[in-house]
């Protein structure tokens, strides 16, 4: 059980830091410092599963599996199974709490060879929550917690290519309806939607039984702005993602395969500007009683703005939007798919939130049966994940007819 403050909770949850600067015309006044862009419900963020946690949490390109609507919806119509079922488990700060963790449910079903429909649920435990007052007087134990469900539409547009919609809904209740300030605070709630591409092309080469060349792009988590109050607190966007793959499988004899994927990631969400400060270093406000800003743009935009501002908008120019370009690249080695050896790396600049990580982990697959196992060491601090198992446990059918699935379960 952890103690903390209402007052600390809401101030992590709904403000980002301001850091004064005097006004100056050039960018590079402002690189070099830190500016990580701060959004609501973050978890949405995290990879739920095994086997993209082992892998340096890519997965935009990576071959169809029961989880690819963590990724990359449009990967479902390309299944060679007809249905599937998995459930990840994800210990949080596990060296700090017990009972803070991600749990993950993913299912899908191929109704063609053209379309799939596919559906989960994320859902975010905080544990035990013992709420204080600014005095430090109890204000009753909670459990906070987050989910989110979404459904997936999956289509083959050709035979090489696909698409998804993926709406979803998303909840959030961190506060437990607690007061701050004299004011209610509520559950957010957020409507939003994913559309997703993904390429998959094999073919013939020289000295190997198979290649094949993966591609996949996604525009995650498209939604209204979340706020915790209905009085005047801010509305924060949600972790609206673009992320883009590129992977390559060789199948050396039949029996040995291995793929690596590539992957980088931007928020597409307002960078903090840069407010202009008098010599006693207090913000500069306007006639209309807005903060004058020095070097960025003006974040209390909407949705559609803030995707498009988001390539533009950094207090330090170009280069500063080139550090929110998160990067990853994962190895994927299988043996006669079944059994499997990963690996992969993460790196975020030190400016942006600083998380380099590396990752690895074993899969088995026996039938119709997965299991996955990942662990994270984190390079340059710590990292909620940091020395941490992670499972998932999938089951996959080829067939969806009842008798079929009977003896799938038979040895082959």
Do not use: C
């Amino acid at each position: 059980m952890k103690k903390v403050t209402l007052f600390t909770l809401i101030v992590l949850m709904l403000t980002s830091s301001v850091f004064a600067q005097t006004i100056s015309g050039d960018p590079h006044d402002y690189l070099g410092r830190l500016n990580a862009i701060t959004t609501a419900v973050p978890f949405l963020l995290i990879a739920p599963d095994s086997r993209g946690g082992a892998m340096g949490d890519v997965g935009a390109a990576t071959s169809a599996d029961v989880n690819s609507q963590s990724y990359n919806p449009a990967k479902y119509v390309f299944n060679d199974n007809t249905f599937g079922v998995s459930l990840s488990y994800s210990p949080w700060l596990h060296k700090l709490v017990s009972d803070i963790n991600l749990a993950y449910l993913s299912t899908y079903w191929k109704m063609t060879d053209m379309d799939a429909i596919a559906f989960s649920l994320r859902y975010f435990s905080l544990g035990d929550v013992t709420f204080t007052d600014e005095q430090g007087h109890e204000m009753g134990t909670q459990n906070p917690n987050e989910f989110a469900i979404d459904f997936t539409y999956s289509r083959k547009l050709i035979d090489e290519l696909s698409i998804a919609i993926t709406p979803r809904f998303i909840y959030s209740n961190l506060t437990a309806g607690q007061f701050v300030g004299g004011v209610e605070t509520k559950a957010g709630l957020a409507g939003a939607a994913d559309i997703s591409l993904f390429y998959e092309q094999p073919f013939k080469a020289r000295n190997f039984e198979g290649q094949t060349l993966r591609a996949g792009l996604a525009i995650t988590n498209m939604g209204n702005k979340m706020s915790y109050s209905s009085g005047t607190l801010r509305r924060d966007f949600l972790p609206t993602n673009l992320k883009i793959g590129l992977g390559y499988e060789m199948d050396f004899d039949g029996y040995n395969k291995l793929a690596i994927t590539g992957e980088i990631n931007k928020l597409l969400v307002p960078s903090k500007p840069v407010y202009a400060t008098d010599s006693s270093g207090r913000i500069i406000y306007d006639e209309a009683n807005n903060p004058v800003i020095a070097a960025g743009r003006n974040p209390d935009v909407s949705v559609p703005m803030g995707m498009i501002q988001s390539f533009y908008d950094a207090p330090g120019g170009f280069i500063e939007e080139m550090t929110e370009i998160n990067f990853g690249i994962g190895l994927e080695y299988s043996y006669r798919d079944f059994f499997f050896v990963r690996t992969g790396y993460f790196n975020e600049n030190k400016n942006k939130g600083n998380r380099k990580f590396l990752t690895m982990g074993v899969g088995f697959k026996y039938n119709i049966l997965n299991i996955d196992v990942s662990y994270l060491f984190a390079f340059q601090q710590i990292h909620p994940l940091a020395n941490t198992l992670r499972f998932t446990l999938s089951l996959d059918f080829a067939s969806f007819n009842k008798d079929d699935i009977k003896n799938q379960g038979k040895l082959r």
